[in-house]
């Protein structure tokens, strides 16, 4: 698989984890695997992955009024990720951006 991360995961609960825990969260493509996310973290970011977890995320169902009456439809299934980090080791989401303001 080329890369499974598609985004930093950026909640209240995930800052809470990574602040507490040294965990972060990633949304993942639903086909990857723990082998494929660890080895796209370390080889993206240059650090060494202590463990990974993996959520399964049931769409929302949705309900939209028309004039014809309820149209019922459903977001799209999606998985994420929790990755923990090796002990005294960080991911910075932002050193790529910050780099570029410099110069």
């Given at each position: 698989?080329?890369?499974?991360?598609?985004?930093?995961?950026?909640?209240?609960?995930s800052?809470?984890?990574?602040?507490?825990?040294?965990?972060?969260?990633?949304?993942?493509?639903?086909?990857?695997?723990?082998?494929?996310?660890?080895?796209?973290?370390?080889?993206?970011?240059?650090?060494?992955?202590?463990?990974?977890r993996?959520?399964?995320?049931?769409?929302?169902?949705?309900?939209?009024?028309?004039?014809?009456?309820?149209?019922?439809?459903?977001?799209?299934?999606?998985?994420?990720?929790?990755?923990?980090?090796?002990?005294?080791?960080?991911?910075?989401?932002?050193?790529?951006?910050?780099?570029?303001?410099?110069?």
């Amino acid at each position: 698989m080329k890369n499974p991360l598609l985004r930093p995961w950026l909640t209240e609960k995930s800052t809470g984890l990574t602040e507490q825990r040294g965990q972060y969260v990633f949304k993942v493509k639903p086909d990857a695997d723990k082998e494929d996310i660890r080895n796209a973290v370390e080889k993206k970011f240059g650090v060494k992955v202590k463990s990974v977890r993996t959520i399964n995320c049931l769409g929302k169902a949705r309900m939209q009024h028309t004039r014809k009456g309820l149209i019922f439809s459903k977001k799209s299934d999606w998985k994420k990720a929790v990755i923990t980090l090796a002990e005294g080791q960080s991911i910075d989401y932002y050193s790529g951006a910050a780099q570029k303001s410099e110069g």
